[in-house]
């Protein structure tokens, strides 16, 4: 009996051996880093346990920056959310995002890069799991109708997969006004929209300018009695909605942002 106990705590203690070591490789100190700034191409580094290991070297010409460090993969690892600043600096384009995905003992694997997006990713808890959410949109040097597509993405045996994805949808208007209507080439063109906002049977106007820079307008109404206010929130459509306040028709800019009439001027409604 003294013999099988005995046998019975050295496999117990070999066990949590193994489960000591085991844990021991999980929990590796892991922190990643590049150097210059998102002006200049970055190296992307990454040190464990005090020892560093190159993974981006600055021939490939890439402005980076580490947007976060967690287990995103859930494999005990520290994992890192990388943004390749495409501009480096500038606005020409919307950035792209990768995962290094830590795999132990030095090892790393990138991710291709994967949504891209003029805003910071959104970084939450996503059934039991870390996910990165970006918002992806056709803003440019355009005067195309606005598109904007959000989507979820986890990390996935070193790979990016999208899990969940929604297209924002635009809110039904009466008569509305697009950028689409200028030509980028026609320097100073204006557009017009007539329409009846504050009900007293006479047309106001809704005066629009192009900002080619981003293929949006720049918008003012002109009452019939003679009220007049601009704004300074370029639109790529203005709308007239059904809905009013205080007796002044309710404004749509680009998909779903509504301006409301306070009494004074047009201001966007909370959302």
Not at 52 to 70: A, E, F, G, Y
Not at 231 to 237: L, M, N
Request: contains cysteine.
């Amino acid at each position: 009996m003294k013999k099988l106990l005995t046998s019975v705590l050295l496999l117990i203690l070999g066990a949590g051996s193994t489960l000591a070591q085991d844990s021991g490789s999980s929990a590796s100190k892991i922190e990643y880093s590049v150097d210059n700034s998102i002006f200049n191409a970055s190296t992307l580094r990454a040190t464990e346990n005090g020892k560093t290991h190159l993974l981006i070297d600055r021939l490939k010409r890439m402005c980076l920056q580490v947007v976060d460090q967690r287990d995103f993969d859930g494999n005990g690892f520290i994992d890192a959310l990388v943004e390749h600043i495409v501009a480096c600096g500038g606005n020409c384009c919307p950035d792209t995002f990768f995962f290094v995905s830590a795999l132990g003992g030095g090892r790393f694997k990138l991710s291709d890069e994967f949504a891209d997006s003029w805003s910071s990713p959104v970084i939450e808890k996503w059934e039991g799991h870390w996910s990165v959410v970006v918002t992806s949109s056709n803003e440019g040097v355009n005067t195309q109708r606005p598109v904007e597509i959000t989507r979820r993405f986890v990390l996935q045996s070193g790979k990016a997969v999208e899990v969940e994805e929604r297209k924002r949808k635009d809110m039904e208007s009466i008569v509305e006004i697009r950028s689409e209507m200028f030509d980028l080439a026609k320097v100073g063109e204006t557009h017009s929209l007539e329409y009846d906002l504050d009900g007293d049977g006479k047309k106001d106007q809704i005066k629009t300018t192009l900002w080619a820079r981003w293929g949006r307008m720049f918008w003012a109404v002109e009452f019939a009695d003679g009220k007049k206010f601009s704004c300074d929130t370029a639109c790529k459509r203005i709308g007239v909605l059904k809905t009013k306040t205080n007796g002044v028709s309710d404004l749509v800019c680009d998909q779903d942002t509504v301006f409301r009439w306070n009494g004074r001027e047009y201001r966007a409604a909370a959302e």
